[in-house]
């Protein structure tokens, strides 16, 4: 969802037919994005710092009467909307990503305290990380269909001829420098989320990928 650098290429994010899909899929697919929620809602309490567009979301309803949750909703819906030049196609798993995420992590939020000590600011913040590249694996993996910032990232990456890498690292710094502005939590858990997120997922997305049998 959120720009995360994994080895799986534009084509492969794109929606494999459902109708030849496992039975796990689905459920995989749904259990990452209430993971990936929480892994947000956790980061968030934490204070010590967010990924980038989360730093651009708490900014956001720092500014709003949107919860956090409404913010990531409206935020992916704009971004949706450039997916159209970009000839972008959602699946299932796009759609499920806006509306999941959201509830998720204002539910959690709800029931999550801020964090007061530094033991628990530090809990959070690496279990955070730690919970997102797992959910981030788990809902890639069952490849049905892109997160919204994931699909703006391989589409431009595909429509400019530019490596995923740059397109990814320009969309980030942009989406920080603009939730910092406005007022979002920058600080060691940014640092560390970008220094850990791509290496975790990467661990994780071999164990959960999905791909069809071949023929007998």
Do not use: K
């Amino acid at each position: 969802m959120f720009g995360v650098a994994v080895s799986v290429t534009s084509a492969e994010l794109r929606p494999v037919p459902v109708t030849t899909a496992p039975a796990r899929r689905l459920p995989q697919l749904f259990a990452g994005l209430v993971l990936y929620g929480t892994s947000m809602a956790m980061m968030t309490r934490s204070g010590l710092g967010l990924n980038p567009w989360d730093v651009l979301h708490e900014g956001i309803a720092g500014r709003t009467p949107l919860t956090f949750g409404a913010v990531t909703a409206v935020t992916a819906v704009g971004v949706l909307a450039l997916w159209f030049p970009l000839r972008q196609r959602p699946g299932v798993g796009t759609v499920a990503n806006v509306l999941v995420i959201a509830v998720t992590v204002d539910a959690v939020r709800w029931a999550l305290a801020d964090a007061r000590s530094l033991t628990w600011q530090l809990t959070l913040l690496v279990g955070g990380i730690l919970l997102n590249a797992l959910a981030t694996a788990a809902y890639v993996g069952a490849r049905l269909g892109p997160g919204p910032r994931d699909g703006l990232m391989t589409g431009l990456a595909d429509r400019t001829g530019r490596s995923v890498r740059l397109v990814r690292t320009g969309i980030e710094l942009t989406v920080l420098a603009v939730g910092w502005l406005l007022g979002g939590t920058v600080g060691i858990g940014t640092v560390g989320y970008a220094l850990a997120i791509g290496p975790l997922t990467q661990f994780f997305l071999p164990h959960l990928v999905w791909a069809p049998r071949s023929p007998d």
